[in-house]
């Protein structure tokens, strides 16, 4: 039976997940795995059906988000420029500077194992994806493809037609990279522990509790709110700007909302006009009883329908 569409179709999930770790956007994940499809149904009569068609789609996309990194690479403000300051000037930089955070059920298929699931929500983690920008791009393409879809060199070096010895190079650099950005931290997954320290911090957020915020964050951690290029340290300058600058968000609603691998919610500020308007999405960094980063995504024109939120609560 030859392939169909919807047979290619079965796997954009599985494809998404692999454009956003090589991209570090969900909106260049999607227009990148449209392209691959395309290109895929293009070829559909030349494809060899003894091959595994998961395969040959992870290659043509690989190929796909290669041609896209010729063009940009995607950061966090903590990696773009120096600290700053409650006093600082707000500036921004357009979406396509910033990394975005991806729903889990666009990332991570649901036909894997659990224990394949799991590795695939630490490798889907904004910190992890965060490194992989760090990379150049064929040696980004190298480490997922091994580390993440477990293939042998042999076929990497097919895929990104090179040697074996130029891939084994790629990859000594690429993991060299990654470990002196402290590996093993990017792959963590929340403990129960941890998801509590979570659910806490939420809800002091939601009362607004300033006194019970600032003391669950670690005495290092880190407030950004892409698009704006600030980033804060340190319990003290990140109390300072929510009762600051940030005061309006006082008041605020929150709905958790999953993230592969770190904890989330949504909030929604209240609307001098009535009701409660989508403002941020939240990405929680929780470490033991402590915070140690907070990364609001305030881009929710965007994010929010990607995440299946609405714009506006009554």
Not at 202 to 218: H, K, N, P, Q, S
Request: aromatic share 6%; glycine share 6%.
């Amino acid at each position: 039976m030859s392939a169909t569409s919807l047979d290619l179709e079965t796997h954009r999930v599985a494809l998404t997940g692999h454009c956003y770790r090589m991209l570090g956007s969900a909106t260049d994940a999607d227009d990148a795995v449209q392209e691959t499809l395309l290109r895929a149904m293009k070829a559909l009569d030349r494809f060899e059906e003894r091959a595994a068609m998961r395969t040959w789609l992870y290659r043509i996309a690989t190929n796909v988000c290669l041609d896209a990194l010729a063009e940009r690479k995607r950061v966090r403000p903590i990696d773009d420029g120096p600290r700053g300051t409650v006093e600082s000037t707000l500036e921004t930089q357009p979406h396509e500077h910033w990394l975005e955070p991806i729903a889990d059920a666009r990332a991570i298929p649901d036909d894997e194992t659990p224990e394949a699931i799991l590795s695939l929500r630490q490798r889907t983690r904004l910190a992890f994806v965060a490194a992989m920008q760090h990379l150049p791009p064929r040696q980004r393409a190298a480490l997922l493809l091994a580390e993440v879809l477990e293939w042998p060199v042999a076929e990497i070096a097919q895929t990104l037609e090179t040697t074996v010895a130029a891939i084994n190079s790629a990859l000594q650099r690429a993991r060299a990279t990654l470990a002196a950005r402290g590996s093993e931290g990017l792959l963590r997954i929340p403990s129960s522990e941890e998801k509590e320290t979570a659910a806490r911090y939420g809800a002091a957020f939601e009362r607004y509790d300033i006194e019970a915020l600032v003391g669950m964050l670690r005495h290092d951690a880190v407030l950004s709110m892409p698009p704006f290029t600030l980033w804060l340290q340190g319990p003290e300058d990140i109390g300072r700007w929510h009762v600051g600058p940030g005061h309006g968000c006082r008041g605020s609603r929150i709905r958790w909302v999953e993230v592969p691998g770190q904890e989330a919610f949504a909030q929604w500020r209240r609307d001098p006009a009535g009701g409660f308007a989508a403002w941020a999405l939240v990405v929680l960094d929780p470490d033991g009883t402590h915070i140690g980063a907070v990364t609001s995504f305030l881009d929710v024109e965007r994010i929010f329908p990607a995440f299946g939120l609405p714009l506006r609560l009554a």
